[in-house]
């Protein structure tokens, strides 16, 4: 069992004034609507409706944020989340590029965006998630070079893998390894950007996915009162 699966809905905001002012990391899920971004966190935390996922992408104009720690699997719902006890957040961001939004909205969401994953110190690393049959859009290299700067990592998703054969998820793979690769640091060195193949649909790339996010994250860590000699087994997955 992930620690990811305790997620549990904390708050939905609009501005950035009112981002949560807990000094926990957290990790933000970016990328087109309907790029796979709701089903997958919903997977990843193993809970059918956290995210909003549609067929009706767009729909999710806020940054919704999701605590981890601070409740337990199996807590109801309306019980309330402990926020002293809280590990990290999950941050799902509005998906870019929807086309039926208007032209000052779309710019009010591409702002506030770009503005977030800039500015917001308690971001530890950044989720893209990708449509592997068509990845790396216009909107996805903008997304990569305003977080580019901030020198944090990225770990990139092709999303929906299941509907490419191996030969063509092979390629992709290496494809955006190669596009991953030519971003580099003022000395030459390259970025902290990594890449999987992944199908919520099959489950594939699932147990990656988790310990990729659980690891930029620090969840790893052993508890702050754990005994020392305790260490060194992890948990089963
Ligand atoms: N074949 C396939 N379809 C998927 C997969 N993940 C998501 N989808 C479908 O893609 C559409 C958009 O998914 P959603 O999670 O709402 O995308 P979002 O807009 O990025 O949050 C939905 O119809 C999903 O069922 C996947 O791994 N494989
Ligand atoms: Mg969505």
């Known amino acids: 069992m992930s620690l990811l699966w305790q997620a549990r809905f904390f708050t939905t905001i609009d501005h950035l004034r009112d981002l949560p002012s807990f000094d926990v990391p957290e990790i933000a899920f970016a990328g087109r609507s309907n790029a796979g971004k709701s089903t997958a966190i919903n997977l990843l935390c193993n809970q059918k409706k956290l995210a909003f996922a549609s067929k009706t992408p767009g729909r999710t104009q806020h940054i919704n944020y999701f605590s981890l720690g601070g409740s337990h699997v199996g807590q109801h719902r309306k019980d309330a989340t402990r926020v002293d006890e809280i590990r990290a957040f999950l941050v799902d961001l509005p998906g ?13 969401w591409q702002e506030l965006l770009g503005r977030y994953v800039q500015m917001r110190d308690q971001l530890v690393a950044l989720v893209l998630i990708m449509d592997a049959r068509r990845p790396f859009t216009d909107l996805d290299v903008e997304m990569l070079e305003w977080f580019a700067p901030t020198g944090k990592p990225i770990h990139c998703l ?6 490419l054969n191996r030969s063509e998820s092979t390629n992709a793979l290496r494809l955006a390894r190669t596009v991953l690769s030519s971003y580099v640091d003022e000395s030459g060195a390259p970025l902290p950007f990594s890449v999987q193949l992944f199908s919520a649909l099959k489950r594939d790339g699932l147990e990656e996915a988790d310990a990729s996010i659980r690891a930029l994250l620090g969840l790893d860590a052993p508890a702050e009162d754990a005994a020392p000699e305790e260490s060194g087994d992890s948990p089963a997955e």
């Open 158 to 163: 092709l999303s929906k893998a299941d509907k």
């Open 96 to 108: 870019y590029g929807y086309a039926e939004v208007s032209g000052s909205a779309k710019h009010h």
